[in-house]
């Protein structure tokens, strides 16, 4: 798909707006992390300096550690294994210079969210080891020994924090997993909303080219007629310019009733007027046979009813066939068969050429976009038929086919 130029336009600046939306974020994260490791070194020191007894150079030495550990809580993600060690040892350290302290500070339970949430594979599962170490040298240093303590205790200050740090990471996965998951069904919904209307715009074109080249064909042959035949003077009988003129304002007004059809069924879909069938061919082949062109029209088998798809591509088919035989063919004649199969219809035209002729249009510049004869072909082949063009009759014939199958459509 062709990108507009403003499209085009705005793509550096989704870029940086990506990039600043990123840098954001880790400012954001950042902002976060430390204000955790701030309300940490806060709360742990005022805890040790309210329980503790008394002052001594190991009481001093161990809150530095504590200090230390809490402020490494801000350090970056890919650190965090290093800092659950640290705090593991200020725990055990906590235990074994004052006997009795709880199992825990509130930064080791931040490091062990932590190594959780942001390490994965052996660091995770050292760093895991090193907290749930830590926790239970801090229990034995203290005294507690019993089995179903000790678990329970190094669980809830170890594993517990841990497992929350995987589980958050885990459902932010989730959550982006679903996200880029929706966003790819939008892109998908998108580029399928585009194909629709690209595939309707051609079909669009297909059917005003039909339209506007079969009546305006058939205008400039009638023009031409009464132009020649004013310039041979005949003046005294105007029959046969009264005539041609009639046909070129015959074709107008067909040509303004068909662009009128179609601008209703763009405007109202399916509810609007009934579009031209294979039963207003004899209306088409008498309107082109006023212009000089003898056209045998044949039925084969007998005629039943068609699916209004197939009905309406059968008339603008036959409508494009007449056009080229009008602009390419020798004026003269042309012969038209309809054949109703037992399992499809087809539709076959053949007109006489002139000498040097390209009868596929290329010397036309009104065929220079290619939508006559291919639009014949994607008629056919979006209702499961097929076309076939070519001369035959030592090359003095050309042919136009279209064989559509009658279960393509219902």
Not at 44 to 63: I, K, M, Q, Y
Not at 208 to 232: E, F, Y
Not at 298 to 316: C, G, M
Not at 326 to 338: F, P, T
Request: aromatic fraction near 4%; glycine fraction near 10%.
């Amino acid at each position: 798909m062709i990108r507009s130029t403003n499209e085009v336009d705005r793509a550096p600046l989704r870029r940086w707006l990506g990039r600043a939306g990123a840098h954001e974020t880790e400012r954001s994260l950042a902002r976060q992390s430390a204000l955790v490791g701030a309300m940490c070194l806060v709360i742990d020191a005022v805890s040790f300096l309210t329980r503790g007894p008394g002052s001594g150079p190991w009481n001093a030495l161990l809150l530095t550690g504590i200090l230390i550990a809490d402020a490494a809580l801000v350090s970056p993600p890919r650190l965090s294994g290093w800092v659950a060690v640290g705090h593991s040892l200020v725990t055990a350290a906590l235990a074994f210079v004052l006997p009795g302290r709880s199992a825990s500070t509130a930064g080791q339970l931040v490091s062990a969210y932590r190594a959780g949430a942001w390490l994965r594979g052996r660091p995770a599962g050292a760093a895991l080891a090193a907290s749930c170490g830590g926790v239970l040298c801090s229990l034995l240093i203290s005294g507690l020994s019993a089995p179903a303590s000790l678990l329970s205790l190094v669980a809830a200050n170890a594993l517990m924090p841990w497992l929350v740090g995987r589980y958050t990471t885990a459902r932010k996965a989730h959550v982006d997993e679903l996200r880029h998951q929706r966003e790819a069904a939008l892109r998908d919904a998108q580029a399928e909303v585009a194909a629709a209307v690209a595939e309707e715009r051609e079909a669009i074109a297909v059917e005003l080219h039909d339209v506007i080249s079969h009546h305006v064909s058939a205008i400039g042959v009638h023009a031409t007629a009464a132009r020649l035949n004013l310039a041979a003077g005949l003046l005294t009988d105007d029959s046969a310019v009264r005539v041609s003129l009639t046909a070129v304002e015959e074709s107008s007004q067909a040509a303004m009733v068909d662009l009128r059809r179609l601008l209703s069924l763009l405007h109202e879909g399916d509810e609007s007027p009934q579009q031209p069938g294979v039963a207003m061919l004899p209306d088409l082949f008498d309107g082109v046979r006023s212009s000089g062109l003898r056209v045998t029209y044949v039925v084969y088998n007998t005629p039943h009813s068609l699916p209004r798809a197939i009905d309406t591509t059968l008339y603008r088919v036959a409508q494009e066939m007449m056009t080229n035989a009008l602009r390419h063919g020798d004026g003269k004649a042309a012969r038209v068969e309809l054949d109703y199969g037992g399992d499809h219809v087809g539709l076959t035209a053949r007109n006489p050429i002139v000498s040097g002729a390209d009868p596929a249009g290329r010397d036309s510049p009104a065929t220079g976009f290619g939508v006559g004869l291919e639009g014949m072909g994607k008629r056919a082949e979006t209702l499961g038929g097929s076309a076939a063009f070519g001369l035959v009759g030592d090359g003095l014939y050309w042919e136009s086919s279209v064989t559509i199958p009658l279960g393509s459509e219902s």
